[in-house]
């Protein structure tokens, strides 16, 4: 069963960079890395989405590493609003079907 | 307006009482899927659909039924609820996972409590 692990919180300051690490240690050859951010009572929001190497979009970057047994979500310049659960997901489709597997989340708290 | 929609929102009801969480999408997405999160557990994933017609277990199916008649619909059947299923519950529609990734859009979610 794939099965992810990431750091249960982490504090930051605004203005910093923060990095989230995911480790994935049986992830699939086909499988992507996908992040999420969810803020209390509401549904997940997908944030970004790699195969290999760096994905950047206009609020994140994603880098994955040649083995892809872990990867890093970067949030530039954080704010108070970016305090929110950070999750890691990726495929399982080692067990010849589709399910989704997320990691347990990182609870990110942004300090002014 | 894109959306996943739930009903209802919030239910509170007592064991055994046969309940129904509909779940509809507009995107004509292929894959649909139930989750339950809980505290400290993070988001387990219970049923997913494929496709009309087509659905599997997740990682904690027990206790729980699915069906995808429609492709907007996926409703989420508790036979005979009991405490151990008192969660927050979130339905998700995604284009499709075989070629696009897993970019899923979420439901607000449902609170439900069994007594």
């Known amino acids: 069963l794939a099965k992810t692990t990431q750091p249960i919180s982490m504090d930051s300051y605004e203005g910093q960079e923060v990095n989230i690490t995911c480790s994935h240690n049986?992830?699939?050859?086909?499988?992507?890395i996908t992040w999420y951010q969810q803020f209390p009572s509401q549904g997940p929001r997908f944030i970004i989405q790699?195969?290999?190497t760096k994905v950047t979009n206009e609020v994140a970057s994603l880098f994955i590493p040649a083995d892809r047994k872990s990867s890093t979500l970067s949030l530039p310049r954080v704010s108070l609003s970016d305090t929110a659960v950070y999750y890691c997901?990726?495929?399982?489709?080692?067990?010849?079907?589709?399910?989704?597997?997320f990691g347990g989340g990182t609870r990110l708290m942004v300090k002014p | 307006e894109a959306q996943v929609t739930q009903n209802p929102r919030y239910l509170i009801t007592v064991t055994g009482k046969k309940l129904t969480v509909t779940c509809s999408q507009n995107?004509?997405?292929?894959?649909m899927s139930w989750y339950r999160q809980d505290p400290g557990l993070g988001l387990r994933q219970i049923y997913y659909?494929?496709?009309?017609?087509?659905?599997d277990k997740g990682d904690v199916p027990e206790g729980y039924k699915v069906s995808r008649k429609e492709k907007r619909n996926f409703p989420l059947i508790l036979e005979s609820p009991s405490p151990n299923q008192t969660s927050l519950y979130f339905c998700?529609?995604?284009?499709?996972?075989?070629?696009?990734?897993?970019?899923?859009?979420f439901g607000p979610g449902t609170r439900l409590t069994v007594t």
């Open positions: 995107m004509n997405h292929e894959y």
């Open positions: 790699g195969y290999k």
């Open positions: 659909s494929m496709n009309v017609e087509v659905t």
């Open positions: 998700a529609s995604s284009l499709s996972i075989l070629d696009r990734g897993y970019e899923q859009y």
């Open positions: 997901l990726v495929g399982d489709t080692n067990n010849a079907g589709n399910m989704l597997t």
């Open positions: 049986n992830i699939a050859t086909n499988d992507y």
